[in-house]
C-alpha cells in the first residue's frame, strides 16, 4: 500500500470540529501559497444559508492572513463570469453538507471541471467534510458507515469525485465499535487506503510530503492502524 506524493497538488482535508480544534490545520492552510495577503472563495454545498456560513468563514480566516474572499454556490443562478471570478483566489475551500447534492452540482454547473484542472496547476483546494470527500478518487464514502451517512436523495449515480489523491477519506469518524467494524468491512472491498479522521483532524497533502494534523486512522484490506 502507497500513499502516492507524485502529483503537483496542494490539499487540505478537514474532518470538522470548532474553529479552536482546527487551528492548526488552518495555520497550515494558510502557509501553503507563501504569500502574506492571501485570497479565499468558499463554495457552500447549498446556496441555502450559504452566504451565512459565508460570513463565519471570512470571519474565522482573516485570523490567518486571508485578506480576499469570494463566493460562489453551484446550485443558484450565477453568470460564468462569477463561475470564474472564483478560480482567481489562492485557495478553493468546498464547504461541508450533503456529499451526494454538492456533488451533482458541482457537476452540472461545470465548476468541478474547472476546479480540476485549478487544483492539477498547483491550486490550493480545502475540503471539510464532503467537500474532502468529493477530492478522493470517489464519494462512495459519503453514504457510509449506514447509520451514520448521508442519504442519496438527489439520486446522483456518477459517484466519482475530482480523483486528486489515491486514497478515501472519511470525516467524523468515531472510534466506537459498530463504526470500526464497519470500516474494517467495508475496507476489504476497497482497493483503497481510507484515512479515517475524527473532528479536529485533518490531512495535508502536497506533491512532496502527507501531513497528519490530530489523529488520523488507516483503514486498509481489513485491518485498522493509527498513523498519527
Do not use: W
Not at 51 to 78: C, E, L, P, Q
Not at 171 to 181: I, W
Amino acid at each position: 500500500m502507497k500513499l502516492d506524493l507524485s502529483r503537483k497538488r496542494r490539499l487540505v482535508f478537514y474532518s470538522g470540529g470548532q474553529e479552536n480544534s482546527n487551528g492548526r490545520i488552518h495555520d497550515a492552510l494558510s502557509k501553503l501559497s507563501g504569500k502574506k495577503a492571501r485570497s479565499l472563495t468558499y463554495i457552500p454545498f447549498s446556496h441555502e444559508n450559504g452566504v451565512h456560513f459565508y460570513n463565519r468563514i471570512k470571519k474565522r480566516y482573516k485570523k490567518y492572513g486571508f485578506k480576499k474572499f469570494r463566493y460562489f454556490a453551484a446550485d443558484s443562478d450565477f453568470l460564468k463570469k462569477e463561475m470564474n471570478e472564483a478560480f482567481k483566489s489562492d485557495v478553493i475551500y468546498l464547504a461541508g453538507g450533503n456529499t451526494f447534492y454538492f456533488l451533482k452540482h458541482l457537476r452540472e454547473s461545470g465548476f468541478l471541471k474547472k476546479l480540476e484542472a485549478f487544483a492539477r496547476r498547483g491550486g490550493i483546494v480545502a475540503g471539510l467534510s464532503a467537500g474532502a470527500i468529493i477530492m478522493t478518487p470517489h464519494i462512495r464514502l459519503a453514504g457510509y458507515p449506514p447509520h451514520e451517512g448521508d442519504i442519496n436523495e438527489v439520486k446522483l449515480k456518477n459517484l466519482k469525485g475530482l480523483g486528486l489523491v489515491n486514497f478515501e477519506f472519511l470525516p467524523h469518524f468515531t472510534n466506537s465499535r459498530k463504526t470500526n467494524e464497519a470500516m474494517i468491512k467495508y475496507s476489504k472491498k476497497s482497493p483503497l487506503p481510507i484515512l479515517a479522521c475524527p473532528d479536529g483532524s485533518g490531512v495535508v497533502a502536497t506533491e512532496l510530503s502527507m501531513q497528519f494534523m490530530g489523529v488520523v486512522y488507516l483503514f486498509f484490506r481489513g485491518k485498522k492502524f493509527r498513523l498519527h
